[in-house]
């Protein structure tokens, strides 16, 4: 089945740099990738939606200038926590649709983001 | 897309069927029902899904009621690898061209030994 690689699976930060995750398709073509982020004890919530070669579309509520989104070709797409602080700690999670269609959105395995 | 109600938790004996209910009341004639599942520290994994027939596959069978307002996901044979929340999503479409899943709080089913 089709595969999503996310890297890192987890990662610590200082408060104030900046912090990249990869959201790789590995044997199809996403044409769009979501991602997400998971704070405990609660559900996904939908941050943004990048499409290739395209501005990412961010959800109400989600800073575009402090979550920045590269989604550069149809198997990479990149979020980048720029000042990241504590209250960014969190779960982060990528999906993406496959261009050639599918039932079936795929996801990657998430990074855990800590900010101290 | 519709909303769904689960049960914030449910517990199963290992080894015995685990059903999990979704209600979805407002479900429209083109919306397909979803499961997904989420292992604790890892991303979603998709079970199953349907629009108004019953469904089997190597992982689960997803039976849709008649009225198509409501749904149950059935592990046959619950092991505690599937100690996960269970997620029942509904959304317009077969195909994800640029559709995002909404996630809702979802079902806690723990497995006991």
């Known amino acids: 089945g089709a595969v999503v690689s996310q890297h890192p699976s987890r990662v610590i930060c200082k408060s104030g740099t900046s912090v990249k995750i990869e959201c790789r398709s590995l044997d199809f073509q996403a044409t769009t990738m979501f991602w997400y982020r998971q704070f405990p004890k609660q559900s996904l919530m939908l941050m943004a939606t990048?499409?290739?070669?395209?501005?990412?579309?961010?959800e109400q509520g989600v800073e575009k200038d402090k979550f920045l989104i590269n989604h550069a070709s149809l198997t990479l797409s990149t979020l980048t926590v720029t000042s990241a602080h504590p209250e960014d700690s969190s779960f982060y999670i990528c999906?993406?649709?496959?261009?050639?269609?599918?039932?079936?959105?795929?996801f990657g395995q998430g990074t855990r983001l800590t900010v101290v | 897309d519709a909303k769904t109600t689960q049960p914030t938790s449910m517990d199963c004996a290992e080894g015995r069927a685990a059903n999990l209910p979704c209600n979805h009341s407002?479900?429209?004639?083109?919306?397909?029902v979803y499961w997904y599942r989420q292992i604790h520290s890892q991303g979603p994994q998709y079970i199953i899904h349907g629009l108004k027939n019953n469904e089997t596959n190597e992982m689960a069978s997803l039976i849709i009621t008649e009225d198509r307002k409501s749904s149950t996901l059935i592990l046959p044979h619950a092991t505690l690898r599937d100690t996960a929340v269970y997620y029942c999503?509904?959304?317009?479409?077969?195909?994800?061209?640029?559709?995002?899943?909404?996630f809702g709080p979802g079902t806690r089913l723990s497995v006991l030994p």
């Open positions: 990048s499409n290739e070669g395209s501005k990412a579309t961010y």
């Open positions: 407002t479900i429209s004639g083109n919306e397909y």
């Open positions: 999906s993406a649709a496959d261009r050639g269609g599918s039932t079936e959105a795929f």
């Open positions: 999503i509904v959304r317009v479409g077969q195909y994800n061209y640029g559709q995002n899943f909404v």
